[in-house]
C-alpha cells in the first residue's frame, strides 16, 4: 500500500535554531517528491521537487534531499516568518495522482 | 506562470442550499484537474479528479450526487456542493497539474461553512 508520513507532527523552534523535517515513503514507483508549504486558511504553495535519491534543492533557509525511502527538509537558521505547516507528497509513475503526507506543523519563536 | 485563481475564497449557507466553487487555470490549460478537502489540523485529502469534457472520478467514499463536479473547458473545473449540510463544513482546495512537468500547482482554497 502507498504511504506518506511525516514526522514530526508539530515542531517548535527557538529563532536560529536549525532542525530537520521528516517525510517517509512507502509507494511503487516514485516519480517525484514534493514539499509544499500552507499558511492558515490558504492552499499550499509549492517549494520543491526532487526526482531521484541524491538530489537535493535549496532556497534561501530551506534545503530538501531525497533517498530512496525517505526525504528531509532542513531548515537553517528559522525566522518567525517560517512558521507554517509543511507538506509533503508524491506523485507515481502511473496516474495523475498525488499522495500527502499528514504535515508538520512548524513554529518558530522569535 | 502556472496559476490557478479559485472562489470565492470564503462562504456561508444554509443547511440544505448548495454552493458552487470555482477552479480557474489563469495562464495554461488544465485538462486535469483535482480537487481536496482538508479538515483543521489535517492534511489534504483527494475527493475527485476532474476531466475535460467527461465525466470526473471520484475517491472512494466520495458522494458523487453530493459532490458534483463539471469540467467544461481546459480553463474551468467546478464543485457544488449540493444539499449542502454542516458536517459539509470543511476547506475544499483544487489544483492543477503543470504543463511540461510533473508538479502540481494550488487554487488558494475555499472555506465552506455550513449553518
Known amino acids: 500500500e502507498d504511504q506518506v508520513t511525516q514526522s514530526p507532527e508539530a515542531l517548535r523552534l527557538q529563532e536560529g535554531e536549525s532542525s530537520s523535517l521528516n517525510c517517509s515513503y512507502t509507494?511503487?514507483?516514485?516519480?517525484?517528491l514534493f514539499w509544499y508549504r500552507q499558511d492558515p486558511g490558504k492552499g499550499p504553495e509549492f517549494l520543491f521537487t526532487l526526482y531521484s535519491a541524491g538530489e537535493e534543492k535549496e532556497k534561501e533557509r530551506l534545503k530538501a534531499t531525497l533517498t530512496k525511502k525517505e526525504s528531509f527538509l532542513h531548515i537553517t537558521a528559522p525566522k518567525p516568518e517560517d512558521s507554517a505547516t509543511y507538506l509533503c507528497?508524491?506523485?507515481?509513475?502511473?496516474?495523475?495522482?498525488?499522495?500527502f503526507g499528514t504535515g508538520t506543523s512548524l513554529t518558530v519563536i522569535p | 506562470g502556472a496559476v490557478v485563481s479559485q472562489h470565492p475564497s470564503w462562504v456561508i449557507c444554509k443547511s440544505g442550499t448548495s454552493v458552487k466553487i470555482e477552479c480557474r487555470s489563469l495562464d495554461f490549460q488544465a485538462t486535469t484537474m483535482f480537487w481536496y478537502r482538508q479538515f483543521p489540523k489535517q492534511s489534504l485529502m483527494l475527493m475527485a479528479t476532474?476531466?475535460?469534457?467527461?465525466?470526473?472520478?471520484?475517491e472512494q467514499g466520495v458522494e458523487k450526487d453530493k459532490f458534483l463536479i463539471n469540467h467544461a473547458s481546459l480553463t474551468l473545473s467546478t464543485l457544488t456542493v449540493t444539499s449542502a449540510h454542516p458536517e459539509d463544513s470543511s476547506f475544499y482546495i483544487c489544483s492543477a497539474r503543470i504543463q511540461g512537468g510533473y508538479g502540481y500547482t494550488f487554487g488558494s482554497g475555499t472555506r465552506l461553512t455550513v449553518v
Open positions: 509507494v511503487s514507483g516514485l516519480r517525484g
Open positions: 507528497a508524491v506523485s507515481l509513475n502511473t496516474g495523475n495522482q498525488f499522495y
Open positions: 476532474s476531466n475535460e469534457g467527461s465525466k470526473a472520478t471520484y
